[in-house]
């Protein structure tokens, strides 16, 4: 997991089991220094099991493919984008995936264009899948199939 560490704050660990370590990289043109995390196997199970834990509790759940993930989904926000017939508005959301065996093992079928049904209704993937290292989520931005 890498972040931007902001002034003040502490390179204390997180949980006593992530070191942060500052390393050079470039934004922009600009010479930067970028805090990153070192994360530890026992961390990122324990991330891991607090998401499938709260998907099972407030979540919803969504059908890509053939498989049936537990997923929390964003509230929809209203998009007008430029079509060939004009200003049109899309539905998006953002569906959160706790990143286990399986829904890694379906990433295929989250690629960009894939089809994702919740709540009665089909979404279109229009974001490849996007995972932080170390990060218990798999993210992808889905919009309505009936606002195109």
Not at 13 to 39: E, N, T, V
Not at 87 to 93: A, K, N, R, V
Not at 105 to 118: H, N
Request: proline fraction near 4%.
């Amino acid at each position: 997991m890498v972040g931007i560490l902001g002034r003040g704050s502490q390179g204390k660990g997180f949980l006593g089991q992530a070191r942060w370590h500052s390393q050079p990289a470039l934004y922009g043109s600009k010479l930067i220094d970028l805090w990153c995390i070192d994360m530890d196997a026992a961390l990122i199970a324990m991330m891991l099991a607090d998401a499938t834990a709260l998907t099972a509790e407030a979540g919803q759940t969504v059908t890509i493919g053939a498989n049936t993930f537990p997923a929390m989904v964003s509230d929809a926000t209203l998009n007008p984008t430029l079509d060939a017939g004009g200003l049109m508005d899309q539905i998006s959301t953002t569906v959160k995936i706790p990143a286990t065996a399986a829904a890694l093992a379906a990433s295929a079928d989250m690629a960009f264009g894939k089809k994702l049904t919740w709540a009665g209704r089909i979404f279109r993937i229009t974001s490849k899948p996007f995972r932080k290292p170390g990060s218990a989520w798999v993210q992808l931005t889905v919009v309505d199939e009936n606002t195109r």
